[in-house]
């Protein structure tokens, strides 16, 4: 159970660092092609990160206090 709360944790804290990131891209006057590109380019990140996170692929190190 400790895991899964863990895992819970992880993505919340995730997730808030991709929405701040990509608030402030929303928030930079980009012109149109650049500004939807570097939105696909954090939505192809962000996908890979939850994956590997979530099947355990990518290590976190302040996580890992073992």
Avoid: C, D, H
């Avoid at 863990?6 to 808030?16: H, Y």
Wanted: aromatic share 10%.
């Amino acid at each position: 159970m400790e895991g899964l709360i863990g895992l819970l944790i992880t993505v919340i804290i995730l997730g808030l660092i991709f929405y701040l990131v990509y608030w402030v891209l929303a928030k930079i006057p980009l012109p149109a092609p650049f500004n939807v590109v570097a939105q696909v380019v954090l939505g192809l990140i962000v996908v890979v990160v939850l994956l590997g996170v979530l099947f355990g692929g990518i290590s976190i190190p302040v996580l890992n206090r073992r």
